[in-house]
């Protein structure tokens, strides 16, 4: 069965902090891998990783994918209150139903003062 | 990206009684797609909204149940009928365009749904 692995559950670190938060996948037909940013009920788009070791950056949040471990990791530096939320993994797959992301069940981020 | 809009943003509803949770877009886009997210879940397709045909339902989920319409490339409803407690959840809508990846989904504020 396809399905995603997000670790930690939880987190909580002080401004200024850099985190690692992991994804792993099992999934035949791997097409992309997702990572999202939930604050009350809308996930905001983050990254699309389609290709091992290419690392993706934006300001302080940078990801990469490796498609031969089947993990992914999202890093923030320099973290703010801003950043607490839910960060989700989901991927895509190709096949019947080819649209769909498969989502894990997040890593909630807790940034204190 | 797309801007996303869905109405309405919160409600409390009767078990028993259905809801039709309305998203919007402003511009067209190629796939829409329908979430629920069940408290402390993660994110579960429902099913695909077909531009002028039948929804496309995930296991689990049936048209009964959750009868969606796609009218146009623009708007798309969700309809939670004969709802119980345990279809209280937030149900999100996602669009994705050919333009830049069907991959890349971007949802809508959400329907945080309560039924009592």
């Known amino acids: 069965e396809d399905k995603v692995v997000q670790s930690p559950l939880s987190l909580v670190v002080h401004e200024g902090d850099t985190v690692t938060l992991n994804c792993s996948y099992e999934?035949?037909?791997?097409?992309?891998l997702l990572w999202y940013k939930q604050e009350k009920k809308a996930p905001t788009f983050l990254f699309m990783l389609t290709s091992s070791g290419i690392e993706k950056k934006s300001g302080r949040l940078s990801s990469i994918l490796d498609k031969k471990e089947l993990f992914s990791i999202l890093n923030i530096t320099a973290t703010q209150t801003g950043d607490s939320a839910v960060y989700l993994c989901a991927f895509a797959a190709s096949g019947a139903g080819s649209y769909q992301l498969t989502f894990g069940k997040g890593t909630k981020l807790s940034v204190i003062p | 990206s797309a801007v996303i809009s869905q109405k309405p943003s919160r409600d409390i509803c009767q078990r028993g009684t259905s809801l039709t949770i309305q998203c919007q877009v402003d511009s067209q886009v190629t796939m829409m797609f329908w979430y629920r997210q069940q408290p402390g879940q993660s994110l579960t397709l429902i099913a695909t909204a077909n531009q002028g045909s039948e929804a496309t339902y995930e296991s689990g989920f049936v048209i009964d149940k959750f009868p969606i319409s796609r009218p146009n490339l623009t708007f798309s409803t969700l309809t939670v009928s004969n709802m119980s407690p345990e279809d209280s959840s937030i149900y999100l809508c996602?669009?994705?365009?050919?333009?830049?990846?069907?991959?890349?989904?971007?949802f809508g504020p959400g329907t945080r749904l309560t039924v009592l």
């Open positions: 999934v035949t037909n791997f097409r992309s």
């Open positions: 996602s669009v994705a365009s050919n333009r830049i990846s069907t991959d890349t989904q971007y």
